[in-house]
């Protein structure tokens, strides 16, 4: 874990503070998203094993069928057969629908979750970057006053005269002093950076006028849910 250093007690105290912020909700955004990613998993693998019921289904259906085109006739013993294989698959195709309604549900919840938690680290890490940039440029200043005031003057001595302000024209001294910060590499320590993450960038909660509109809409019941109450 990267230790932050400033000079100053009290700012030193408020960047701990805020690193201290982002260190944990970092955890928390990759707790919750490696939470979403076992649900998905959990959803391929029922996605899997519905299609797989549905094909044992279709060929043991196709092969009645084939048995009876072949005699042309289908006697009380196949028929009740076919009926009960029928219920059978049927029951187990909607109890695997039901898992897939349920893991939905999940995972859209901890996509939400997900999502806040990424947004919250995002704005935390805006925060404490612009709080420790503004600290040690503060400290470079403090500990380079005389430099700083003495290459200051020597480029705006030398710079032209704005009527307007009734000063040098400073324009000289700020594009200079860009440039020269330009050509410096940028290092962000690794440590800041953002977790990759099974959410989608794509991906977007509903907003509150959605949630709003779908509470005046009539609820599907789903999951098992649903599944009992079709018995």
Same mark, same amino acid.
């Given at each position: 874990?990267?230790?932050?250093?400033?000079?100053?007690?009290?700012?030193?105290?408020?960047?701990?503070?805020?690193?201290?912020?982002?260190?944990?909700?970092?955890?928390?955004?990759?707790?919750?998203?490696?939470?979403?990613? %076992?649900?998905?998993?959990?959803?391929?693998?029922?996605?899997?094993?519905? $299609?797989?019921?549905?094909? #044992?289904? #279709?060929?043991? $259906?196709?092969?009645?069928?084939?048995?009876?085109?072949?005699?042309?006739?289908?006697?009380?013993?196949?028929?009740?057969?076919?009926?009960?294989?029928?219920?059978?698959?049927?029951?187990?195709?909607?109890?695997?629908?039901?898992?897939?309604?349920?893991? %939905?549900?999940?995972?859209?919840?901890?996509?939400?979750?997900?999502?806040?938690?990424?947004?919250?680290?995002?704005?935390?890490?805006?925060?404490? $970057?612009?709080?420790?940039?503004?600290?040690?440029?503060?400290?470079?200043?403090?500990? @380079?006053?005389?430099?700083?005031?003495?290459?200051?003057?020597?480029?705006?001595?030398?710079?032209?005269?704005?009527?307007?302000?009734?000063?040098?024209?400073?324009?000289?001294?700020?594009?200079?002093?860009?440039?020269?910060?330009?050509?410096?590499?940028?290092?962000?320590?690794? #440590?800041?950076?953002?977790?990759?993450?099974?959410?989608?960038?794509?991906?977007?909660?509903?907003?509150?006028?959605?949630? @709003?509109? #779908?509470?005046?809409?009539?609820?599907?019941?789903?999951?098992?849910?649903?599944?009992?109450?079709?018995?």
């Amino acid at each position: 874990m990267i230790e932050l250093k400033l000079q100053n007690p009290e700012t030193q105290e408020k960047l701990t503070a805020l690193l201290g912020d982002f260190n944990h909700q970092k955890a928390l955004l990759i707790a919750f998203d490696k939470k979403l990613t %076992e649900l998905e998993g959990k959803k391929a693998k029922n996605s899997a094993t519905l $299609f797989a019921v549905k094909g #044992e289904f #279709e060929s043991e $259906f196709a092969g009645i069928k084939a048995k009876f085109e072949q005699a042309n006739e289908l006697s009380i013993d196949d028929y009740t057969e076919t009926k009960k294989l029928k219920a059978e698959f049927e029951s187990r195709i909607d109890f695997f629908k039901a898992i897939e309604e349920e893991l %939905e549900e999940k995972i859209d919840s901890k996509r939400e979750q997900a999502y806040t938690a990424q947004t919250n680290l995002t704005n935390t890490r805006k925060r404490l $970057f612009m709080f420790y940039g503004e600290a040690l440029i503060n400290e470079f200043i403090q500990q @380079h006053q005389t430099e700083i005031k003495l290459f200051r003057s020597l480029i705006l001595d030398c710079a032209d005269y704005d009527e307007i302000t009734g000063k040098e024209d400073e324009s000289t001294f700020n594009e200079l002093l860009t440039q020269k910060l330009a050509k410096l590499d940028i290092a962000t320590p690794v #440590e800041f950076n953002l977790p990759t993450l099974t959410l989608s960038d794509n991906w977007k909660p509903k907003t509150p006028v959605q949630k @709003h509109a #779908e509470s005046f809409q009539q609820q599907k019941e789903t999951g098992f849910k649903r599944l009992l109450n079709n018995i």
